[in-house]
């Protein structure tokens, strides 16, 4: 089953000739049809266009042979994209009915850049609409489930390229984070997932949800497939006025150095105060102590709660979207505003009311204060740490439906994730366990632009450990 090899063992396998392209495509394309219709993984496939990119791909591995990667690191690598980047002649809804039937005139930067290094597009997964969700069940189309169990969410709101990359349907995906939606999905799904650094990644032709965290980034089988995708996707981008100017590691080769021998790696007191779920607590403690063994120091540091990162977060959020999809008016695209699910339209209202003449100081601009306390905290921190870990989810995946009950189930399960997102720094979660048959996620931060240190760390701790090679059993 060639459509379980990681990202570099594709690659090894194209080039000594193995298998071709035609065959790796194929083989996801059968994973797809034989379990999809209980994941619910994909909106849309582009099965016709993949199997003519991958004959292409084939042709030049024939002529240039394993070259050929020099100039197209990814050739030949079929892989899943979340239904929000838009994607040149390819649906892309964001998963609202909205955006039902829109095909965009123009690449986003991430696909573009995957596309020119030769990556092939599998098709558009499922998400929660407009990635209002983190669950995957908002989605005005269908819900996703958990490859570990179909009863289970896949978290959300890239649940739809988690479940994807979980269940082998591709070799890598895209997904993008607001606060937890990489992370989380890759933590229930028991897959790795990095989001960047704000700025680190163009934002360019990804349909906006909260333009001041909005963060591109890969969901993967392994760190090193993580690494090798951020090479190929973060720097600067003239279309993006957001994205950084400041130059990019060769994380993929840089990973590979030094261990992790007098690295400081900070345990904040109030990550754990929180209500955990107990096989969640023993995982991350027991991944603490590999990081020990591996000769990391391990530093008890005191961070503001997390908790007070949700109610900034819920006002930045909704003010943000309620900004943002006022533009999907009906006339210039998309079909009009009584096509907006409940969720959008609660986060627009609750949005527009914050922004509100009245009441804009009395939130927003108060929460853009704590914002700014929130990100001072970590820089003081990063002073006296190198990383910061902890759990990614307070739980493991929760039941289909469970998102009904709390107006508030984003913002709760994404707890841990929030801080970060909204300081804008860069963040991993690897799988770390199981607990109660369901995958555990630890979560390793570190400060802005320093994604090497977290990618070096993810991977030292994937060489001692095989968390991340214990696949689902698909039934």
Same mark, same amino acid.
């Given at each position: 089953m060639i459509n379980t090899l990681t990202i570099l063992e594709a690659i090894e396998g194209l080039k000594t000739k193995k298998f071709s392209s035609v065959d790796l495509v194929n083989s996801c394309y059968t994973q797809i049809d034989k379990y999809d219709s209980k994941i619910k993984a994909?909106?849309?496939?582009?099965?016709?266009?993949?199997?003519?990119?991958?004959?292409?791909?084939?042709?030049?591995?024939?002529?240039?042979?394993?070259?050929?990667?020099?100039?197209?690191?990814?050739?030949?690598?079929?892989?899943?994209?979340?239904?929000?980047?838009?994607?040149?002649?390819?649906?892309?809804?964001?998963?609202?009915n909205v955006l039902k039937g829109y095909i965009p005139p123009y690449e986003s930067t991430v696909t573009k850049r995957l596309k020119d290094a030769g990556a092939i597009l599998l098709g558009k997964t499922n998400m929660d609409a407009f990635a209002h969700g983190s669950s995957t069940e908002t989605s005005d189309f269908f819900k996703t489930t958990n490859p570990w169990n179909y009863k289970k969410v896949p978290g959300g709101s890239s649940g739809g390229s988690a479940a994807a990359v979980a269940a082998d349907m591709c070799i890598f995906a895209t997904g993008s984070e607001t606060a937890g939606s990489i992370r989380g999905p890759a933590a229930w799904c028991g897959i790795?997932?990095?989001?960047?650094?704000?700025?680190?990644?163009?934002?360019?032709?990804?349909?906006?949800?909260?333009?001041?965290?909005?963060?591109?980034?890969?969901?993967?089988?392994?760190?090193?497939?993580?690494?090798?995708?951020?090479?190929?996707?973060?720097?600067k981008d003239p279309f993006d006025a957001t994205s950084s100017p400041l130059p990019t590691d060769d994380y993929y080769k840089l990973m590979q150095q030094g261990d992790l021998k007098g690295v400081r790696i900070g345990k904040p007191r109030s990550y754990f105060e929180i209500e955990l779920e107990s096989g969640v607590r023993e995982r991350t403690e027991e991944a603490i102590e590999t990081f020990k063994e591996l000769g990391a120091q391990i530093v008890d540091m005191d961070l503001l709660s997390p908790k007070y990162s949700i109610a900034v977060y819920t006002i930045l959020q909704r003010?943000?979207?309620?900004?943002?999809?006022?533009?999907?008016?009906?006339?210039?695209?998309?079909?009009?505003?009584t096509n907006f699910g409940f969720e959008a339209k609660k986060r627009m209202m609750l949005g527009a009311y914050a922004l509100s003449a009245g009441y804009y100081d009395q939130y927003y601009a108060k929460a853009q204060k704590v914002r700014t306390e929130i990100v001072n905290d970590f820089k003081k921190a990063f002073n006296d740490v190198d990383l910061i870990v902890g759990p990614t989810m307070p739980c493991v995946a929760m039941d289909l439906g469970e998102s009904d009950k709390s107006p508030m189930f984003g913002e709760?399960?994404?707890?841990?994730?929030?801080?970060?997102?909204?300081?804008?720094? /860069?963040?991993?979660?690897?799988?770390?366990?199981?607990?109660?048959?369901?995958?555990?996620?630890?979560?390793?931060?570190?400060?802005?632009?320093?994604?090497?240190?977290?990618?070096?760390?993810? /991977?030292?701790?994937?060489?001692?450990? /095989?968390?991340?090679?214990?696949?689902?059993?698909?039934?």
């Open positions: 994909f909106v849309t496939l582009t099965k016709e266009s993949a199997l003519e990119s991958a004959k292409k791909a084939d042709q030049i591995l024939a002529e240039k042979g394993a070259d050929a990667f020099s100039e197209f690191p990814l050739l030949g690598i079929p892989y899943a994209c979340k239904d929000n980047y838009n994607t040149e002649g390819v649906q892309t809804t964001a998963s609202s790795t997932g990095i989001k960047p650094t704000y700025g680190r990644v163009s934002r360019y032709g990804l349909i906006a949800m909260a333009s001041s965290t909005d963060s591109p980034g890969p969901l993967v089988k392994n760190a090193l497939d993580a690494g090798y995708i951020l090479n190929i996707i973060a720097g003010s943000e979207v309620s900004s943002n999809l006022a533009r999907l008016d009906g006339i210039r695209y998309g079909n009009d505003r709760l399960m994404d707890v841990l994730a929030e801080p970060s997102s909204i300081a804008g720094i /860069n963040g991993i979660s690897i799988p770390c366990g199981l607990s109660g048959g369901m995958p555990v996620g630890l979560q390793i931060m570190a400060n802005m632009f320093e994604e090497t240190k977290i990618l070096r760390a993810a /991977n030292r701790f994937q060489q001692v450990t /095989n968390y991340h090679k214990v696949k689902a059993e698909l039934k």
